[in-house]
């Protein structure tokens, strides 16, 4: 990032050179700001003896002069002009706020800022369709704050805007005016300017907001946003909860089993819990933890910025030096302002400083999804501990660079950074951007020095990183470096952007951008909504279109063949698209979809348990062609070449059809069935057999009063209110070629389906739905019957090439994005030759194997039943059963003090804990989520001797009791006499949730140490499958199988007092849930004893039949995709 203003002319010139391109208004901004310029560096030291003036009397001067009419004719000439200025406020606050910038703060690290005067149409700067912005508190810092997201585009077909938050307008969604880089501009020019027409934000990041108050302010404006339907990266709770809680990370690192960074040692001190004694036998503990440490940090636990309220005390070595913390923290205790109390206790670490008097250094590691990582370097004041940009409690620091980071200890050691210590600081970086789950964090780390391995003979050192904290928020990207290293041991820094191209595709997943709008904006914005059929077509053909060509490289990649098949794919669906009614003349988009694999925790989203999922989108897709058809009027025509039609009548009507011939078409109207349906409670209304009754669904969702858009969503269909024209709409669909979607159990194709048209929606009535509202349409599965979350569609929206996601569920949201470590481990997917068994073509395949091999004396119907009947016994009816079993009996306990007589299976203050942790998200839960009493749940707060890895087995004890006070089996009357095995399925749930949570330290792990990582993963996986094994045999007239007896899948209470004697790890226990088959059982016994300890195989998704999931060596990898195509299975590579 060179110096973006060199190479500009003077003022003067600059102003003549723009005139004959544009008004000039547009222009006297950028001429003002820079004879302010002038004017203020000449000023700032007559205001003070040391030449510096204070960015508030910079402001007073400034205005003062901007509001001269003598000063600005002088400056600038015309009249009209001047005039024009003198009424516009707002133009004078940021020219003066701008020069401000110049001279007091950014100087050359941005491009000069040119402030427009009145309102522009700026879609010479802002083309694309979509707009990312980054939104601050601190507007004479917006082009600091600007300028690393603009650079870091890469190509990216995205709008990249700052502004602050009284630039939006009423709705919170779109920005009335923006500062942007001019994309044309030659040296680089940053442009702003108020709005004729709003602009519609679909993603933002919030930085550096003022210092007083901040988190709460972050609070209310990710708020505003989000219920505008903005994506807020960076949302209020999650940097609540991973960053601005000083103590989170530090929990999850002791929660660890092999954590991939370190953290100073730590003390929780919590108000509610410690008395002056305990707080000084904590203070103890943690200076005997560390005695070499030089000093204690004393700081709040949570909402505070920028050094705020944090301290430092030399090491304790008397009761009077402990007393003075006690008497401090107590202090900090009484002294909260936002009723949180806790005070986090720290050794002071770090012992890699500058030479120049000895100050304190921190490095800022800025991380961003892709793998990108960059830092930059604060020196302390001198004698100070704390080093920090600024606070109220601790002298202001000074940004530096990277090569001003060295040390000389007593035995003469230089620890400049060397590419040994970069490849150790973005390892630290990366873990810990996968902890926090937010796309782009500041990390704020110490240095230590460390030996680096295998140098013994010759001892070499790096400045090794302690993690301090993690800043959600992050101001001073704009001091990015990322450091290269020559072959003599010297290095070299430059300034770069934060975030690259893999960082968009994060925000803005390329498959969830319609092709019809990147084509459109990659050619021309005028084409924007007018490519037609004939159009798409002719492009298609021709092959001779770059842009086109461009974009199908972007999500298909180079493959020739790949390529050709897609276009192909495209021509097909269009062409088919006209045989059912299509206006090859009228505006079309056209969509792309993927799918979903679900590579790790099978059913743990569903309601009551309420788990995080791990998934991957898919290669395979499906295409939508959609157009909207206007009301027709009496006598209207529509014309096709030469000959004249009378026009089809689609008033109202939405109208669905399939190249396959297996899917038939459909045409519903949109007022007469589905707004009824909208404005009733919801219920089962569609047989979730039929492929349309998934769009149907969705689509009633989002004009139903619980999607916050529907008001929105009725307007753009003409379905608002009386006197309105409904229009039509026309949906076709595809998946052919090589990636064609399978549409059997395992890879979410109704997601996919769903996701294709909502998306199209959204883009052809321009209604800017985010990704987070088009991943609720899953809810229109509730007209299904179906009662699981949209964590699908979240995966499938969020998914990346090459990582596997973590979606949260209840609320269902897109968490992190990690990077599987394929160089040693694979994941393939395995279509099965046995379609789920509950689907259309589950009863063909029963069928057919009647007429083959029978099913032991059971008909197809009798099996078809007991599947269905599987599906809701183990289903989430289990969960909520089993919470609601719990809760009585726990409320038993507190108030009569034991269950039963004699049987004190847990104390009263135990049975609080559970029940506070369990309803810690009543929000439509009214009993609670499981998800609670495991790691990182509710339970590490409510009773807190239960957090960490380090106190896992006292966890699982109580757990282990709890599951005690639920019935082995339990028939429920009004689930119409389903017979749940609530025990089973409440032990599956919880070591499921155990299992994600480990998989992704495993996975971490294999990454760094294989030997040990990969034997973790393949153990999780084999459990896993273990608690989905069948306990029925379909194939032998519903027989037991030997599981359904095996010890192992005994759930009774010898087998638990037995794991609380061993202190067995919950992960390990499988459970029951009973989603396998036994096809899939003996695939993943044949596995274990065919590849030993190289592979391991569970059933995918929702179950009986479908798709299995296998994780392999890399090493083996080919060998075991052809070993399942020879028992007929159709692999892939996930």
């Given at each position: 990032m060179t110096s973006p203003r060199?190479?500009?002319?003077?003022?003067?010139?600059?102003?003549?050179?723009?005139?004959?391109?544009?008004?000039?208004?547009?222009?006297?901004?950028?001429?003002?700001?820079?004879?302010l310029s002038v004017y203020m560096r000449d000023q700032a030291p007559q205001?003070?003896?040391?030449?510096?003036?204070?960015?508030?009397?910079?402001?007073?001067?400034?205005?003062?002069?901007?509001?001269?009419?003598?000063?600005?004719?002088?400056?600038?000439?015309?009249?009209?002009?001047?005039?024009?200025?003198?009424?516009?406020?707002?133009?004078?606050?940021?020219?003066?706020?701008?020069?401000?910038?110049?001279?007091?703060?950014?100087?050359?690290?941005?491009?000069?800022?040119?402030?427009?005067q009145g309102s522009h149409d700026a879609s010479s700067i802002i083309p694309q369709p979509h707009t990312f912005a980054v939104i601050t508190g601190k507007p004479a810092l917006m082009p600091h704050h600007l300028y690393p997201f603009a650079i870091g585009r890469d190509g990216y077909p995205v709008n990249i805007v700052c502004l602050e938050e009284g630039w939006l307008d009423e709705s919170g969604r779109a920005a009335t005016r923006i500062l942007a880089l001019d994309p044309e501009a030659m040296p680089p020019l940053l442009v702003e300017t108020s709005l004729t027409t709003p602009l519609t934000i679909h993603a933002a990041i919030i930085l550096e907001l003022p210092t007083h108050q901040e988190v709460a302010h972050h609070a209310s404006l990710s708020k505003r946003l989000k219920d505008a339907g903005v994506h807020v990266i960076n949302d209020a709770e999650s940097c609540a909860r991973c960053c601005d809680d000083k103590a989170w990370l530090r929990g999850q690192v002791a929660s660890s089993s092999s954590p991939a960074f370190e953290v100073p040692?730590?003390?929780?001190?919590?108000?509610?819990?410690?008395?002056?004694?305990?707080?000084?036998?904590?203070?103890?503990?943690?200076?005997?933890?560390?005695?070499?440490?030089?000093?204690?940090?004393?700081?709040?636990?949570?909402?505070?910025?920028?050094?705020?309220?944090?301290?430092?005390?030399?090491?304790?070595?008397?009761?009077?030096?402990?007393?003075?913390?006690?008497?401090?923290?107590?202090?900090?205790?009484?002294?909260?302002?936002?009723?949180?109390?806790?005070v986090l206790a720290s050794s002071f670490r770090g012992d890699v400083y500058c030479t120049d008097q000895k100050k304190n250094v921190v490095v800022?590691?800025?991380?961003?999804?892709?793998?990108?990582?960059?830092?930059?370097?604060?020196?302390?004041?001198?004698?100070?501990?704390?080093?920090?940009?600024?606070?109220?409690?601790?002298?202001?620091?000074?940004?530096?660079?990277?090569?001003?980071?060295?040390?000389?200890?007593?035995?003469?050691?230089?620890?400049?950074?060397?590419?040994?210590?970069?490849?150790?600081?973005?390892?630290?970086?990366?873990?810990?951007?996968?902890?926090?789950?937010?796309?782009?964090?500041?990390?704020?780390?110490?240095?230590?020095?460390?030996?680096?391995?295998?140098?013994?003979?010759?001892?070499?050192?790096?400045?090794?990183p302690v993690v301090l904290e993690v800043n959600g928020r992050p101001g001073s990207l704009i001091f990015a470096e990322v450091p290269s290293f020559n072959n003599d041991g010297t290095f070299s820094s430059r300034h770069?952007?934060?975030?690259?191209?893999?960082?968009?595709?994060?925000?803005?997943?390329?498959?969830?951008?319609?092709?019809?709008?990147?084509?459109?904006?990659?050619s021309s914005s005028s084409l924007h909504h007018t490519l037609t059929i004939v159009d798409w077509l002719s492009r298609l053909t021709s092959r001779s279109d770059s842009s086109l060509h461009n974009l199908f490289v972007s999500r298909y990649g180079n493959d020739p063949g790949i390529l050709e098949d897609r276009y192909d794919a495209y021509v097909t669906l269009l062409r088919s698209s006209l045989m059912q009614g299509f206006d090859d003349q009228r505006?079309?988009?056209?969509?792309?979809?993927?799918?979903?694999?679900?590579?790790?925790?099978?059913?743990?989203?569903?309601?009551?348990?309420?788990?995080?999922?791990?998934?991957?989108?898919?290669?395979?897709?499906?295409?939508?062609?959609?157009?909207?058809?206007?009301?027709?009027?009496?006598?209207?025509?529509?014309?096709?070449?030469?000959?004249?039609?009378?026009?089809?009548?689609?008033?109202?009507?939405?109208?669905?059809?399939?190249?396959?011939?297996?899917?038939?078409?459909?045409?519903?109207?949109?007022?007469?069935?589905?707004?009824?349906?909208?404005?009733?409670?919801?219920?089962?209304?569609?047989?979730?057999?039929?492929?349309?009754?998934?769009?149907?669904?969705?689509?009633?969702?989002?004009?139903?009063?619980?999607?916050?858009?529907?008001?929105?969503?009725?307007?753009?269909?003409?379905?608002?209110?009386?006197?309105?024209?409904?229009?039509?709409?026309?949906?076709?669909?595809?998946?052919?070629?090589?990636?064609t979607l399978p549409n059997v159990g395992g890879v979410s194709s109704s997601g996919a389906l769903t996701g294709a048209f909502v998306s199209a929606l959204s883009e052809i009535l321009r209604m800017d739905i985010p990704l987070s509202g088009q991943a609720e349409a899953d809810f229109g599965e509730y007209y299904l019957g179906k009662t699981a979350g949209c964590a699908d569609k979240t995966a499938q929206l969020f998914g990346q090439v090459g990582k596997v996601s973590v979606v949260g569920s209840f609320p269902e949201g897109f968490l992190q994005n990690i990077q599987f470590p394929e160089s040693h481990m694979r994941v393939l997917m395995a279509e099965s030759p046995v379609p789920r068994l509950t689907t259309p073509q589950g009863r063909e395949y029963l069928e057919e194997r009647v007429q083959r091999e029978g099913l032991g004396g059971k008909t197809v119907d009798e099996v078809v039943a007991w599947g269905h009947s599987t599906m809701k016994r183990y289903g989430s009816g289990a969960f909520v059963e089993a919470l609601k079993i719990l809760k009585s009996r726990l409320t038993d306990v507190i108030q009569k003090g034991e269950v039963t007589p004699g049987s004190p299976i847990v104390t009263a203050k135990e049975a609080q804990g559970v029940l506070d942790a369990l309803m810690s998200e009543p929000k439509g839960h009214p009993h609670g989520l499981l998800r609670e009493l495991c790691r990182n749940g509710a339970i590490e707060a409510t009773l807190p001797y239960l957090a960490g890895w380090e106190n896992r087995h006292l966890r699982y004890n109580l757990i282990y009791r709890l599951l005690k006070l639920i019935p082995l089996v339990e028939t429920i009357p009004a689930q119409n006499g389903v017979v749940y095995s609530l025990r089973r399925s409440m032990l599956y749930g919880l070591a499921e949730v155990e299992r994600g949570w480990a998989y992704l330290d495993a996975l971490q792990e294999v990454e760094s140490s294989p030997a040990s990582g990969i034997p973790k993963v393949l153990a999780l996986v084999a459990w896993a499958h273990d608690g989905d094994r069948a306990e029925v045999d379909y194939r032998h007239g519903l027989k037991p199988t030997s599981w359904s007896s095996s010890k192992d899948n005994s759930v009774d209470d010898i087998?638990?007092?037995?794991?609380?004697?061993?202190?067995?790890?919950?992960?390990?226990?499988?459970?029951?849930?009973?989603?396998?088959?036994?096809?899939?059982?003996?695939?993943?016994?044949?596995?274990?004893?065919?590849?030993?300890?190289?592979?391991?195989?569970?059933?995918?998704?929702?179950?009986?039949?479908?798709a299995v999931c296998l994780h392999v060596t890399t090493q083996r990898a080919d060998e075991l995709m052809g070993w399942l195509e020879k028992r007929g299975y159709k692999t892939r590579f996930v």
């Amino acid at each position: 990032m060179t110096s973006p203003r060199e190479g500009h002319a003077s003022a003067p010139e600059r102003a003549k050179d723009h005139l004959p391109h544009g008004p000039m208004h547009r222009n006297v901004g950028h001429v003002l700001s820079d004879a302010l310029s002038v004017y203020m560096r000449d000023q700032a030291p007559q205001q003070h003896d040391d030449g510096h003036i204070s960015p508030e009397e910079f402001l007073i001067i400034a205005l003062e002069w901007l509001r001269d009419p003598a000063r600005l004719r002088e400056s600038y000439g015309p009249d009209e002009v001047i005039a024009s200025c003198m009424r516009d406020d707002v133009f004078l606050g940021r020219v003066a706020q701008v020069s401000m910038d110049n001279v007091l703060l950014s100087q050359s690290m941005t491009p000069p800022v040119e402030v427009w005067q009145g309102s522009h149409d700026a879609s010479s700067i802002i083309p694309q369709p979509h707009t990312f912005a980054v939104i601050t508190g601190k507007p004479a810092l917006m082009p600091h704050h600007l300028y690393p997201f603009a650079i870091g585009r890469d190509g990216y077909p995205v709008n990249i805007v700052c502004l602050e938050e009284g630039w939006l307008d009423e709705s919170g969604r779109a920005a009335t005016r923006i500062l942007a880089l001019d994309p044309e501009a030659m040296p680089p020019l940053l442009v702003e300017t108020s709005l004729t027409t709003p602009l519609t934000i679909h993603a933002a990041i919030i930085l550096e907001l003022p210092t007083h108050q901040e988190v709460a302010h972050h609070a209310s404006l990710s708020k505003r946003l989000k219920d505008a339907g903005v994506h807020v990266i960076n949302d209020a709770e999650s940097c609540a909860r991973c960053c601005d809680d000083k103590a989170w990370l530090r929990g999850q690192v002791a929660s660890s089993s092999s954590p991939a960074f370190e953290v100073p040692e730590c003390a929780l001190l919590s108000p509610d819990l410690s008395t002056s004694k305990t707080i000084a036998s904590s203070l103890r503990g943690l200076v005997a933890a560390r005695p070499t440490s030089q000093g204690i940090i004393l700081q709040r636990a949570a909402n505070t910025t920028e050094g705020q309220d944090v301290s430092y005390f030399p090491f304790a070595k008397t009761d009077d030096d402990i007393q003075m913390l006690v008497d401090h923290v107590q202090h900090l205790m009484d002294t909260t302002h936002d009723g949180d109390g806790n005070v986090l206790a720290s050794s002071f670490r770090g012992d890699v400083y500058c030479t120049d008097q000895k100050k304190n250094v921190v490095v800022r590691l800025n991380a961003a999804v892709g793998g990108h990582v960059t830092a930059s370097v604060v020196f302390g004041a001198q004698d100070h501990k704390i080093v920090s940009l600024g606070g109220e409690t601790c002298a202001p620091g000074r940004l530096s660079n990277l090569k001003e980071l060295y040390r000389h200890d007593q035995s003469g050691l230089n620890l400049c950074p060397t590419s040994y210590a970069w490849k150790v600081w973005r390892q630290v970086a990366q873990a810990v951007l996968s902890q926090v789950a937010l796309p782009l964090v500041g990390i704020d780390v110490v240095l230590e020095a460390r030996q680096i391995p295998d140098t013994d003979a010759h001892p070499q050192y790096y400045p090794h990183p302690v993690v301090l904290e993690v800043n959600g928020r992050p101001g001073s990207l704009i001091f990015a470096e990322v450091p290269s290293f020559n072959n003599d041991g010297t290095f070299s820094s430059r300034h770069t952007s934060p975030v690259n191209y893999s960082f968009w595709q994060s925000i803005i997943p390329p498959s969830t951008i319609p092709l019809s709008s990147s084509l459109s904006s990659s050619s021309s914005s005028s084409l924007h909504h007018t490519l037609t059929i004939v159009d798409w077509l002719s492009r298609l053909t021709s092959r001779s279109d770059s842009s086109l060509h461009n974009l199908f490289v972007s999500r298909y990649g180079n493959d020739p063949g790949i390529l050709e098949d897609r276009y192909d794919a495209y021509v097909t669906l269009l062409r088919s698209s006209l045989m059912q009614g299509f206006d090859d003349q009228r505006p079309v988009v056209v969509v792309a979809s993927p799918g979903r694999d679900r590579v790790f925790m099978g059913h743990t989203d569903l309601t009551g348990l309420g788990g995080p999922t791990i998934n991957s989108t898919t290669k395979q897709e499906i295409l939508c062609v959609m157009q909207v058809v206007v009301p027709v009027e009496e006598g209207n025509s529509s014309t096709h070449g030469t000959t004249t039609t009378k026009a089809e009548d689609m008033t109202g009507i939405l109208a669905l059809s399939n190249y396959s011939t297996e899917f038939s078409p459909c045409r519903v109207s949109l007022p007469d069935e589905l707004i009824p349906i909208s404005d009733q409670p919801v219920c089962k209304v569609w047989d979730p057999a039929l492929w349309h009754s998934y769009i149907k669904g969705a689509l009633t969702f989002l004009l139903s009063p619980q999607f916050h858009m529907h008001k929105i969503v009725r307007d753009k269909l003409g379905l608002a209110g009386q006197g309105a024209k409904p229009c039509g709409v026309r949906a076709h669909f595809a998946s052919t070629g090589y990636l064609t979607l399978p549409n059997v159990g395992g890879v979410s194709s109704s997601g996919a389906l769903t996701g294709a048209f909502v998306s199209a929606l959204s883009e052809i009535l321009r209604m800017d739905i985010p990704l987070s509202g088009q991943a609720e349409a899953d809810f229109g599965e509730y007209y299904l019957g179906k009662t699981a979350g949209c964590a699908d569609k979240t995966a499938q929206l969020f998914g990346q090439v090459g990582k596997v996601s973590v979606v949260g569920s209840f609320p269902e949201g897109f968490l992190q994005n990690i990077q599987f470590p394929e160089s040693h481990m694979r994941v393939l997917m395995a279509e099965s030759p046995v379609p789920r068994l509950t689907t259309p073509q589950g009863r063909e395949y029963l069928e057919e194997r009647v007429q083959r091999e029978g099913l032991g004396g059971k008909t197809v119907d009798e099996v078809v039943a007991w599947g269905h009947s599987t599906m809701k016994r183990y289903g989430s009816g289990a969960f909520v059963e089993a919470l609601k079993i719990l809760k009585s009996r726990l409320t038993d306990v507190i108030q009569k003090g034991e269950v039963t007589p004699g049987s004190p299976i847990v104390t009263a203050k135990e049975a609080q804990g559970v029940l506070d942790a369990l309803m810690s998200e009543p929000k439509g839960h009214p009993h609670g989520l499981l998800r609670e009493l495991c790691r990182n749940g509710a339970i590490e707060a409510t009773l807190p001797y239960l957090a960490g890895w380090e106190n896992r087995h006292l966890r699982y004890n109580l757990i282990y009791r709890l599951l005690k006070l639920i019935p082995l089996v339990e028939t429920i009357p009004a689930q119409n006499g389903v017979v749940y095995s609530l025990r089973r399925s409440m032990l599956y749930g919880l070591a499921e949730v155990e299992r994600g949570w480990a998989y992704l330290d495993a996975l971490q792990e294999v990454e760094s140490s294989p030997a040990s990582g990969i034997p973790k993963v393949l153990a999780l996986v084999a459990w896993a499958h273990d608690g989905d094994r069948a306990e029925v045999d379909y194939r032998h007239g519903l027989k037991p199988t030997s599981w359904s007896s095996s010890k192992d899948n005994s759930v009774d209470d010898i087998a638990l007092d037995a794991w609380i004697n061993n202190k067995d790890d919950l992960y390990s226990k499988p459970g029951g849930f009973s989603r396998s088959l036994p096809d899939f059982d003996d695939l993943a016994d044949e596995i274990q004893v065919h590849f030993a300890d190289t592979a391991r195989a569970r059933v995918a998704a929702a179950g009986l039949g479908g798709a299995v999931c296998l994780h392999v060596t890399t090493q083996r990898a080919d060998e075991l995709m052809g070993w399942l195509e020879k028992r007929g299975y159709k692999t892939r590579f996930v």
